[in-house]
């Protein structure tokens, strides 16, 4: 079930009767971050009933019989043991302290037995590791941090692993991503059992958003599996993170292993937790968002030497994974990002920055305060989006000074050039600038 599902499956067990719904026990070990792990206090363990925030009563437990030691070395100390579990209507484990240590098999009991009885079981960044080897996420949908979701997928099989997702909720049992992915799972918790306003209240508190949308393919890094190193399928792998600016497919990649199709996909999907396909894909579209990002390449240009075999395959697999298109994007990043690097060029003559430009105005075509696309005949090659029809062609504006190109408009805020159209004055001299139109400043990808 996706992170935007509120719904609570039938097949949910009814909460047993020692238990209480109101009650939220949050099970620590030694080694965990200290950040994740103090997530569920601060949301469940805090009176803001003044702020309209329904009240939990919170039950910190210690997973084990060891000096609880967190990050930086401090040591903490929990009121409660495993026992105080059999009172929860919910249970968190914010943290596992390394993904390649078993869980405590007395924690691991103790949260099976807590599940039995109609307990919700969440599990937030590594501990998903805790909550797959009591096997409660077996045949279930899951998340965790993207760069221990390969590691997840190999280990537990039975688990669907979805490195894309900020949360999941599979109604009793719930995962999330790393860290502040953590505080969404924990909201969207709140949200669930007492609305969208007691959500929105607490959030307010916290000074977060209610409701992140999208996911994590946007935070996500090339860097390979931690456990890849040993496996022979490594030096493929790595040879087509260094080839990505090549046409190749998943065929020469099982070629390169000297294995049929079917056994490397096989092998593959066991050692990253994805089709190679799919990983290959992710792979060229995280190319194409450094190149919008670094260089100043047209978006064919990007095309080209991230592997896609036409700009069209890279805007429909851009705008898959992370929501937006190549020119938006690249314009949204330059707007919160205005000076130094590719954000100080000048305006190119080329056509393929005319056209990118022209898809950035054409996506907001129709929005307050941008400008509506011209009916009628085409604009002459060459012209702007906005072009205006005119005797005497305009000549290019002389560039701005070095580091106010993307600024415009309001002073000291950003404004792409994509939404300053230029038109001559009535002496058909040098063009003038439009005062900058409310609403035209980028807003953020995602």
């Known amino acids: 079930m996706s992170q935007d599902s509120t719904t609570v499956p039938e097949a949910a067990r009814k909460l047993s009767g020692r238990r209480r719904r109101e009650i939220v026990a949050v099970l620590l070990f030694s080694g965990g971050p200290i950040f994740e ?12 009933q003044d702020a309209g925030v329904p009240r939990y009563r919170l039950l910190v437990c210690a997973g084990e019989d060891v000096p609880l030691r967190t990050t930086g070395g401090l040591e903490l100390t929990a009121p409660y043991g495993l026992e105080a579990l059999s009172r929860a209507g919910t249970v968190v484990v914010p943290a596992w302290r390394s993904i390649t240590q078993p869980p405590p098999a007395p924690a691991l009991d103790a949260l ?15 501990g998903a590791f805790v909550l797959a080897a009591a096997g409660l996420l077996d045949g279930r949908p899951a998340t965790t941090h ?19 997702e900020l949360f999941v ?34 959030a307010r508190r916290l000074v977060v958003p209610p409701r992140r949308t999208g996911g994590q393919e946007r935070y996500l890094d090339r860097s390979l599996p931690e456990e890849i190193g040993a496996d022979p399928l490594a030096e493929v792998v790595a040879w087509a993170l260094e080839h990505l600016h090549e046409q190749f ?25 994805s089709a190679p396909l799919q990983w290959l894909i992710t792979q ?32 429909g697999h851009f705008r898959r994974q992370l929501g937006s298109s190549p020119a938006a994007y690249r314009a949204a990043y330059r707007a919160r990002r205005p000076q130094g690097g590719a954000a100080d060029r000048t305006d190119r003559p080329d056509r393929a920055d005319r056209v990118e430009r022209a898809e950035v105005v054409e996506q907001r075509s129709g929005e307050p305060g941008v400008p509506p696309r011209r009916s009628g005949p085409p604009a002459p090659a060459g012209a702007h989006p906005h072009h205006v029809p005119h005797p005497v062609p ?10 106010q190109a993307a600024y415009g408009g309001e002073a000291g805020k950003p404004v792409s050039d994509a939404y300053a159209p230029r038109v001559p004055d009535q002496g058909g001299g040098r063009p003038v600038e439009r005062p900058a139109l409310p609403g035209q400043r980028e807003r953020p990808v995602g």
């Open 37 to 48: 792990s103090s997530i569920p206090l601060s949301v469940f363990g805090i009176d803001r």
């Open 112 to 126: 099976r037995r807590a599940h039995e009885e109609g307990a919700r079981i969440i599990g937030l960044c590594t």
């Open 146 to 164: 993207w760069m221990y979701a390969p590691t997840l997928a190999k280990r537990y099989p039975s688990v669907h692993v979805d490195p894309r």
């Open 169 to 202: 909720d599979d109604g009793d049992v719930l995962t999330s991503a790393g860290t502040a992915a953590g505080i969404d799972l924990c909201l969207h918790v709140v949200r669930t059992d007492h609305g969208p306003e007691a959500a929105g209240a607490l």
């Open 249 to 273: 497919d998943v065929e020469a990649l099982a070629a390169r292993a000297y294995m049929s199709r079917r056994t490397f996909d096989r092998r593959f999907r066991s050692l990253t937790g």
């Open 284 to 315: 060229r579209v995280l190319q194409a968002q450094r190149l919008l990002e670094t260089s100043d390449y047209s978006v064919d240009e990007v095309a080209g030497r991230c592997g896609f075999r036409s700009p069209v395959a890279l805007r």
């Open 394 to 403: 305009p000549p290019a504006a002389p560039a701005p000074p070095s580091g």
